[in-house]
């Protein structure tokens, strides 16, 4: 039988029962389009004092309390902040994503602003909570008339190999830090990364047992250990480093948080694992059956590395 959810586990259902497309949003609040301007939302979201911060895909959901970090694009360094209160958002300034600030018709819901895909989906939202943060939210730029940008995906060849994209992940896997790796899964969701996985080196990149995965965050979490989890959005990350001490499951979804911080996985969206090395620098990337990334696990900035890397070498590979 399923352990019970702490109310405090809310914050990782929170966003699963709030409307979760632009059209669903119409039926139960008032939108002010806010359009193409997420570097806006990421300027100001450092202002951001005790906002509930999320971002969700249809097999993950990352959230925290508190403000955004330090701007950060994919042409800067990846930046972890390791305050309680900070959640880093990593975005690709042409991403595909209109913002809107969301007033609730009930005032049972917090006003919030979020950022949809070219389809209307949420994946990102900002709930705030206080006066400071709406006055935040308030001063966000409303762009008329913004055009949606363009943005690549290769959804439609299913068996298709990247090869040139093969070829150029085997000559310069080595050379990348982890943000040139991370940033791979801005630009389509990941996609194409999936695919040269397989081809880039059996020391660089190996595919693990899906099932180990509660296992894995169990360990984690009961010997406090401090790691970075992020989960991926359109065209943008949300990442947070810290200890999860509480893992639950709940109908095949992973539930963990630590005081403010929750991360939930949804084991039966998630297709395959796969340990990814590249120097000192390992991590587990989590795909969907749409061969999309949904979540990415990796050491902390303070982590001891080799420790880390040990721990992933323990975990059994598939087939």
């Given at each position: 039988m399923a352990t019970p959810l702490h109310a405090r586990d809310r914050?990782?259902?929170?966003?699963?029962?709030?409307?979760?497309?632009?059209?669903?949003?119409?039926?139960?609040?008032?939108?002010?389009?806010?359009?193409?301007?997420?570097?806006?939302?990421?300027?100001?979201?450092?202002?951001?004092?005790?906002?509930?911060?999320?971002?969700?895909?249809?097999?993950?959901?990352i959230a925290g309390r508190g403000g955004y970090g330090a701007l950060q694009t994919t042409g800067m360094p990846l930046r972890l902040s390791q305050c309680d209160r900070r959640m880093d958002l990593r975005f690709l300034p042409t991403a595909a994503i209109n913002l809107a600030r969301v007033t609730p018709q009930s005032g049972d819901?917090?006003?919030?602003?979020?950022?949809?895909?070219?389809?209307?989906?949420?994946?990102?939202?900002?709930?705030?909570?206080?006066?400071?943060?709406?006055?935040?939210?308030?001063?966000?730029?409303?762009?008329?008339?913004?055009?949606?940008?363009?943005?690549?995906?290769?959804?439609?060849?299913?068996?298709?190999i990247p090869l040139q994209a093969v070829r150029s992940a085997q000559a310069n896997w080595d050379s990348m830090d982890i943000a040139h790796h991370l940033n791979d899964f801005l630009f389509d969701g990941g996609v194409t990364r999936r695919r040269c996985l397989a081809h880039v080196g059996a020391n660089r990149a190996w595919r693990i047992q899906m099932s180990i995965l509660p296992s894995f965050l169990a360990f984690l979490a009961a010997r406090k250990v401090s790691f970075m989890r992020s989960v991926i959005g359109a065209g943008f990350l949300q990442a947070d480093v810290g200890c999860l001490s509480v893992l639950r499951e709940s109908d095949s979804v992973l539930l963990a948080r630590e005081a403010e911080r929750a991360f939930s996985l949804d084991l039966k969206a998630a297709d395959a694992a796969w340990v990814t090395a590249c120097g000192r620098h390992w991590q587990i990337e989590i795909f969907d059956h749409t061969e999309h990334g949904i979540a990415v696990l990796g050491a902390g900035p303070a982590s001891d590395l080799c420790a880390w890397r040990d721990y992933l070498c323990s975990l059994p590979r598939a087939g």
């Open positions: 914050c990782c259902r929170l966003q699963t029962t709030l409307p979760r497309t632009r059209s669903a949003l119409l039926e139960t609040a008032t939108l002010e389009e806010l359009g193409h301007d997420f570097e806006a939302l990421a300027l100001a979201g450092t202002q951001f004092d005790d906002a509930l911060i999320t971002t969700q895909n249809p097999g993950a959901l819901v917090a006003p919030s602003v979020v950022a949809m895909d070219a389809r209307g989906q949420v994946s990102h939202r900002v709930q705030v909570m206080g006066l400071q943060d709406r006055l935040v939210a308030q001063s966000l730029p409303r762009r008329a008339n913004a055009r949606m940008p363009g943005q690549s995906d290769i959804r439609g060849g299913a068996n298709v």
